[in-house]
C-alpha cells in the first residue's frame, strides 16, 4: 500500500528526516512513536504531499508519487499526484473543521466539489459515517457546539467520505483532553477491526501496544526500531526505545 524508500527532508540548516524507509501492507494498523522533534509528523506530511522531500522514492498502491534521479527528487505530474494522494485520507492534530459549515456540510463538502458527486448520494453515506463514529444526532450542528472529541471523530468521518484505502492520523489525540481521547480512539480500533490499512503518529503508548500490527520508533529523523507491539514493549532491543518506552510507561 505505501513503500517510501530512503526518505530525506530537510529544513534549512536542520535534517528532519535522514534515510526513512518504511513498507505498508494492505491492513496493516503502523503505530509511529518518538520524543517530539523526532521526524514523526514530517514523514507522514511527506507521504501525502503536504511537504515534499529532497531525496528518495515513495510509491502508493505500486504507483510512483516521487522518485528521485541525479538532479534530485522529482514528483509524478501534478494531476496524478492529486489522484495518488487521494487514496489517503488524513486527520491531524488540529480538527480544521469549517466552522461555517454544519457537521453534515463538512462531511459533504470534499466528495461533491472535488469527486464531483450529487448531493442526494452522498448525503446517506454522510449519514452512516456519523452513525459509525456515533454523532449522527450532531449532523445539523455547527462545529462550535462541539467538544474536542467530537471535532475529531467528525474530521475522521470526513476523510471517510472521501472513500480513502489508507488512513494516515498525525498525532489525533494529542489536541484533546484525556477524558475526550477514549471515544477518538475507540473508533480509530473500530477502523483497525475493519482493516483499514492504519499509519498512526500517536503518544498514546496502549493504542500502539493493543491495536497496532507493527510499531516503529523514531529518534533523530530515523527509524531506530521495528516490530511487532509485542517484541517492542516487552523486550526492545535498541537502548533509545528502552529509554523512550521506560519514560513513557
Same mark, same amino acid.
Given at each position: 500500500?505505501?513503500?517510501?524508500? #530512503? &526518505?530525506?527532508? !530537510? *529544513? ?15 491492513? #496493516?494498523?503502523?503505530? =509511529? ?14 507521504? @501525502?504531499?503536504?511537504?515534499?522531500? $529532497?531525496?528518495?522514492?515513495? $510509491?502508493?498502491?505500486?504507483? %510512483?508519487?516521487?522518485?528521485? #534521479? ?24 488540529? +480538527?480544521?473543521? *469549517?466552522?461555517?459549515?454544519? /457537521?453534515?456540510? @463538512? &462531511? =459533504?463538502?470534499?466528495?461533491? %466539489? ?7 448520494? &452522498? ?7 456519523? !452513525? ?8 445539523? @450542528? ?22 480513502? #484505502? &489508507?488512513?494516515? *492520523? ?13 471515544? /477518538? ?9 475493519? !482493516?483499514? %490499512? ?8 496502549? *493504542?500502539?501496544? $493493543? ?5 516503529? +520508533? ?14 517492542? +514493549?516487552? @523486550? ?9 518506552? $521506560?519514560?513513557?510507561?
Amino acid at each position: 500500500m505505501i513503500s517510501a524508500r #530512503d &526518505i530525506h527532508k !530537510r *529544513f534549512g540548516h536542520t535534517e528532519v528526516l535522514k534515510g526513512v524507509s518504511l513498507e505498508v501492507g494492505k491492513g #496493516d494498523v503502523i503505530a =509511529i512513536i518518538g520524543r517530539s522533534g523526532s521526524g514523526k509528523s514530517t514523514f507522514l506530511r511527506c507521504l @501525502n504531499h503536504l511537504e515534499t522531500i $529532497d531525496r528518495g522514492h515513495i $510509491d502508493i498502491e505500486g504507483e %510512483t508519487l516521487a522518485s528521485t #534521479d541525479a538532479k534530485g527528487a522529482h514528483y509524478a505530474t501534478e494531476d496524478e499526484v492529486r489522484r495518488i494522494c487521494r487514496k489517503m485520507g488524513m486527520v491531524f492534530q488540529q +480538527f480544521n473543521l *469549517f466552522p461555517h459549515l454544519t /457537521v453534515l456540510q @463538512n &462531511i =459533504i463538502e470534499a466528495p461533491i %466539489t472535488v469527486k464531483g458527486m450529487a448531493r442526494d448520494e &452522498i448525503v446517506p453515506k454522510a449519514e452512516e459515517l456519523l !452513525r459509525k463514529v456515533g454523532l449522527l444526532e450532531k449532523r445539523d @450542528n455547527y462545529p462550535s457546539r462541539l467538544s474536542g472529541g467530537q471535532k475529531q471523530r467528525v474530521a475522521i468521518a470526513r476523510a471517510l467520505a472521501m472513500e480513502p #484505502d &489508507i488512513m494516515l *492520523f498525525d498525532e489525533p489525540t494529542s489536541a484533546l483532553d484525556p477524558e475526550l481521547t477514549g471515544e /477518538v480512539l475507540r473508533t480509530m480500533r473500530e477502523l483497525a477491526e475493519e !482493516r483499514m %490499512t492504519m499509519l498512526v503518529v500517536t503518544h498514546e503508548m496502549a *493504542f500502539a501496544r $493493543d491495536v497496532s500490527t507493527r510499531t516503529v +520508533f523514531m529518534d533523530g529523523g530515523e527509524i531506530v526500531e521495528s516490530g511487532t507491539p509485542a517484541d517492542m +514493549f516487552s @523486550n526492545p532491543q535498541h537502548p533509545r526505545t528502552r529509554a523512550f518506552l $521506560d519514560h513513557m510507561l
